[in-house]
């Protein structure tokens, strides 16, 4: 599982793990939109099975910015008095915003690992 996720950062492609899936490697804030290669370009694996199978990716990116809001929302926690300061909130959206991308990118990753064949 840890190696899997070192992997997905590594931006490594999910069958041979030599080829890239995006043209450029992973930056955690970077304010690129992520550009995704259509094949690996080591293996010749196609990373779109099917039309629209990133449509199921934003499932993942929903759950990833959820996440990042939750520990976001842990995380300066000790730093208000009360459980729900509405402070919180525009802190909360800043990091999502800044994570837009990274998010984008990981959730794509995350679903080329979840259907890869593990077989192989
Ligand atoms: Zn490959």
Known sequence: MFKSIKQMLNNECPHCHKGR????????FSIQFPKMQV?????????????????????????????????????????????LDLRVIPIIALVIVLLT???????????IYMFKNYSR
């Not at 899936?21 to 955690?28: A, G, M, R, T």
């Not at 099975?49 to 990833?64: D, N, Q, R, T, W």
């Not at 991308?101 to 679903?111: A, T």
């Open 21 to 28: 899936v995006f043209e450029k490697s992973n930056n955690l």
């Open 101 to 111: 991308f990274f998010n984008i990118r990981m959730s794509k990753m995350i679903w």
């Open 39 to 83: 094949s690996c370009d080591h293996c010749h694996s196609k990373y779109q099975k099917e039309p629209g199978f990133f449509i199921g990716a934003m499932y993942v990116s929903y759950g990833l910015t959820v996440a990042e809001a939750l520990c976001t929302y842990f995380l300066t926690r000790p730093f208000f008095e009360k459980a």
